[in-house]
């Protein structure tokens, strides 16, 4: 029972610090993404955008009517 005890605290913390590596690396991430996003908006303005990004008409546009047909 004792040996059972030992290995799953070994187990147990071996996983925390797994999850804590995984939540940090997401952290991370995140925080770069912010940056990315954070940086594109300042340098980018409405007249540079390019208007192919944007569809001429709403994707959704004909969704009422095919749902009602």
Known sequence: LVQLEEEYYEYHSSMTYRWQELIQCNEN?????????????????????????????????????????
Do not use: Q, W, Y
């Open 29 to 69: 991430i995140l925080s770069h993404l912010k940056n990315v996003v954070r940086d594109h908006d300042r340098n980018i303005s409405a007249k540079t955008c390019p208007a192919s990004i944007l569809p001429r008409e709403p994707l959704f546009s004909g969704f009422k009517d095919r749902l009602m047909s």
